[in-house]
């Protein structure tokens, strides 16, 4: 071990003569230990420093996201090479510059209320996102993080780490339009609507609901293709485009429904809308090579006069559009201008119709039907009633639309076929001859996916055999022809029959009834009720010639007096009912009138 020792010299005179030396050792061995350790110490430092240095050069310079510092007027101070991609601007140029001069206007305010929440004394971490102004013009959008840089406990400026999300909200607009608009029209869709009415940003001051509906839709896209009818619909959604004001709303409701909110409108202005919508959509349609001609209905409904909520507007509007349909297609109605018994509004009505079920309010009556040779009853049609507890008798062409529109026909036409099955039973049960009683099913009934399970059911629980009930369709619904075609072989395999009620008003084609598992044919009472005409004469002998050709039955409707019973006797029309052999009658009344009817045909 090394030692190290200080010496100090005592020199002692005596009169000049040296007599003896002192010598003082001192051993400064750690001392020396310790500056040479200091000296080492202070060499690893600085080379940690060195190495620091190159880490944070390192990771400012070679970071994946822009790194950049600011002091405290905003001005850069530093700025790595992803601020040049990301900016446009090299080093150099953006340490001449102002962070202030590269945010979007839209966004400066907030970015600059961040930059002080920032370096303000006790400034903390925060988070930002802005879009960026780039050298050459174009905006990109930044995500930052931002956080005070402090010397001494001052905070002298701030970093900032930045990562471009362009892309990112690019991809968030494009999921944000398409859950807002529809995806074949373009066009706002019901999510959007139902969110702007949720924010209240369509008010219902002045405004006027117009909705419309294809008339042939369905014809046009089961003949030419899925494909020409969202062609066809797309041309639809720019004729309404054109045809309307820039301030005005349109809105695909689903399927070939539109929605248009009219604003600052009044009946006038919304009554030349309609008539604008009905020029435009009327004229025909090229589809390729192809030319189609549609038709829209459309109901209107008015602030003010027809509800207070843009909610209740459309309904009504829907409620109009479907009374413009019945009124012959290819028109509008508003909904102010529609008929009620009393003030006996849709609304209501649907409200009442749910008591109904539940009050016993609804009843049954059957019409006879008979054999026109033999004069024999084979058969009733079912028909509903109401009897509303304060306002009377409602009468069904009223409250079955309004059925049909709420949903509540599944439930009534339920409760319909089992009340007529369970009485037809009750009648063979009293010794009454058996016959077959007829009820008609709904569009929306018949389209029901359980409706094959429920009469099923319904034979199942009231014991009628499947052949003495009868199940009558209108032409009008069999216009999806695969699910008419698979629903109607399903229900011939129960054992009921079927029939095509009001036959010749509709577009079926022929071809397709000889697809159809049907057994009777019921001519229009329109038909029945013109037989003066020839031109009547004609669709009649025609139908009932072309249903015997195809081996079905054809019944009458309306029959009212003895010539066109003697008229349709003659050209062996089968079966036949009217107010001539018996209005509709009460299950009690019905037993009564066996011997009568006959002797009116023999």
């Known amino acids: 071990m090394a030692v190290s020792f200080v010496f100090k010299l005592i020199i002692l005179a005596l009169g000049f003569v040296v007599k003896a030396i002192i010598v003082i050792a001192k051993d400064v061995t ?6 040479h350790e200091l000296i080492i110490e202070m060499k690893n430092l600085q080379e940690q420093i060195k190495i620091s240095e190159q880490r944070y050069k390192s990771l400012f310079d070679y970071h994946s996201d822009a790194v950049y510092s600011l002091d405290l ?61 780039r050298k050459n013009g174009d905006s990109i959008h930044l ?17 900032g780490i930045a990562k471009d999300i362009t892309e990112q909200i690019k991809n968030q607009e494009i999921i944000q339009h398409l859950a807002f608009h ?14 702007l009415l949720a924010n209240e940003m369509i008010t219902v001051e002045k405004v006027a609901i117009l909705f419309i509906d294809l008339d042939r839709f369905k014809i046009i896209n089961d003949t030419l293709g899925h494909s020409m009818g969202d062609l066809l619909l797309k041309r639809v959604a720019e004729r309404l485009k054109d045809s309307l004001a820039e301030k005005d709303l349109i809105f695909r409701q689903g399927g070939d429904e539109f929605i248009v909110i009219l604003n600052d409108s009044d009946r006038d202005r919304a009554g030349a809308a309609a008539n604008q919508i009905l020029e435009a959509l009327s004229t025909p349609f090229k589809l390729n090579t192809t030319e189609v001609y549609i038709s829209p209905s459309i109901g209107i409904s008015l602030a003010q ?63 006879p039907k008979v054999n026109l040779q033999t004069g024999k009853m084979f058969g009733a049609e ?26 509540l026909i599944i439930p009534i036409g339920e409760w319909v076929l089992r009340q007529a099955c369970s009485q037809n039973k009750k009648w063979q049960e009293n010794g009454l001859p058996p016959i077959v009683i007829s009820v008609n099913l709904s569009a929306r009934q018949f389209s029901h996916a359980s409706i094959v399970a429920t009469v099923e059911k319904i034979l199942g629980e009231t014991g009628l055999e499947p052949h003495y009930l009868e199940l009558e369709i209108t032409e009008s ?27 010749g008003t509709g577009f079926s084609s022929l071809n397709y009834l000889k697809q159809f598992p049907v057994d009777t044919l019921k001519i229009d009472q329109s038909f029945v009720r013109e037989l003066s005409h020839n031109h009547d004469v004609t669709i009649v002998k ?20 003895r010539e066109q019973l003697v008229f349709l006797q003659q050209h062996d029309c089968d079966e036949g009912q009217g107010y001539f052999f018996s209005k509709p009658l009460s299950a009690e009344e019905f037993n009564k009138v066996w011997t009568r009817i006959e002797r009116l045909v023999v």
């Open 30 to 35: 750690k001392r020396k230990l310790t500056e």
């Open 73 to 133: 007027s905003g001005k850069f101070t530093s700025a790595n090479g992803v601020c040049e991609t990301l900016s446009g601007y090299n080093p150099q140029e953006l340490l001449d510059k102002n962070f202030s001069e590269l945010i979007h206007e839209e966004d400066l305010a907030e970015t600059i209320r961040i930059f002080y929440l920032t370096i303000q004394d006790g400034g903390s971490q925060q988070n930002n996102r802005f879009r960026l102004k």
């Open 143 to 159: 995500d930052t993080t931002t956080i005070p840089i402090i010397v001494g406990g001052q905070t002298v400026g701030m970093y």
């Open 182 to 195: 529809d995806y074949l029209t373009g066009l706002p869709n019901r999510n959007m609507l139902e969110s």
């Open 305 to 367: 006069e027809d509800g207070e909520t843009v909610a209740t507007l459309i309904k009504h509007a829907d409620f109009a559009m479907y009374q413009a349909k019945k009124a012959g297609k290819k028109t509008y109605r508003f909904y102010s201008c529609i008929k009620y018994e009393g003030d006996f509004d849709p609304l209501t009505m649907e409200l009442e119709l749910h008591k109904a079920l539940k009050h016993d309010e609804l009843f049954l009556h059957y019409q």
């Open 382 to 407: 079912a028909l509903l009633r109401w009897n509303h507890s304060k306002r009377g008798m409602v009468s069904p062409e009223r409250f079955i639309p309004v059925a049909e529109e709420s949903g």
């Open 477 to 503: 619904m069999t216009f999806d022809i695969e699910h008419t075609i698979s629903t109607l072989h399903e229900l011939k395999k129960l054992g009921v029959l079927i029939s095509i009620d009001d036959f």
């Open 542 to 561: 025609t139908i009932i010639s072309m249903a015997h050709h195809l081996q079905l039955k054809v019944v009458a409707e309306g029959i009212e007096t």
